[in-house]
């Protein structure tokens, strides 16, 4: 049988990063394609392109013959006209640099997310949202949405070139990777460092509504099985999928939980949203003094945080939980508790000099 050779889109992400590991341990021969300015695994073969040139990509995927892609990566721009016109080119340019010659390939994965159903961000959770939880069968909302447009891109792709597909909808995603712009795993363990050496409250950022009500999120781990699974199961052949770890919490539980890990205090929310992007103007400063106290790996806060990414899904004022069953239904058995989760990312964090360990 034929070795399994996958290129991943967006390998030094927290998606991108966590399959590359997964795919590695199963066998696979894997090709990383990144923009080269973050890490990526040594076990992988590196490729570096700007993904919003088709010249860059074509000169860069010239004679790599795999037979699956993973996109696990997205260019936030200005606005949404602008999202869908950079990030829908850059599934094409991938997909016509392979489809230009003969091919191998078989499947492509893409990974979007929840705001197929909330919305991009200039409009998210404003419009007819449809009723929790969201279902594959709810299919697409009224508005401008660049996960639409780059899902388009692999259909077309896929009726040109002959491969099969599989959409991927995870919840806000849990896992180690450092210069993520969308990671409120390392967010949180960075926030809970500041609070515990700086003698300030942990006080919850988000909304009453997230506070109180049942939510649920995604192991990257866990999103790293379920493309693994999807690309060669023949029940998740052109299909979408969403993906959340299986259980579900309030976030008045998990803040305590967090809490207690970090030996802080919880402080009850009160009713005011005190988002974290406005209460961290002296964060830099104050992380670069606990960097250099406890030689971390990372001095400069803008690497590890993301603090609008965090406040945007803390700040919700609306529940959002996700329905797992048709992907059960297919055969993908995956399961992960979120607390767990979180403890093993923070683990991670203290393995790598990233935080302070306890």
Known sequence: ?????????????????????????????????????????????????????????????????????????????????ENIRVNGAMVSNVLDALGEGPSTLEHVALVTGLKHYLGPFEAYATGAVPETPFRESQGRQNVDNFYYEQEDRVFAGAQRQGYTWSVHRPHTIIGYAVGNAMNMGTTLAVYATLCKYTNTPFVFPGSATQWNSLTDMTDARLLARQLEWAATAEAAKNEDFNIVNGDV????????????????????????????????????????????????AEVDINKLVSWWHTDADLGRPMEVITDMSKSRKAGFPGFQATDDAFFDLFGRLEAERIIPRR
């Open 249 to 296: 919490f309030r976030w008045k539980w998990m803040w305590s939980r967090i809490a207690d890990y970090f030996g802080l205090e919880p402080v009850a929310f009160d009713g005011e949203v005190r988002p974290l992007e406005g209460r961290m103007h002296e964060a830099s400063a104050q992380w670069h003094k606990i960097a250099t106290q406890f030689s971390l």
């Open 1 to 81: 049988m034929m070795k399994k050779r996958a290129l991943i889109v967006g390998a030094s992400g927290i998606a991108g990063s966590n399959l590359a590991d997964r795919l590695v341990d199963s066998g696979w021969d894997v090709f990383g394609l990144s923009r080269g300015r973050t890490f990526v695994s040594a076990k992988i073969h590196p490729i570096i392109a700007d993904l919003t040139s088709a010249e860059s990509v074509k000169a860069a995927l010239n004679g790599v013959d795999v037979t699956h892609v993973f996109f696990t990566t997205w260019a936030r721009q200005a606005n949404e006209a």
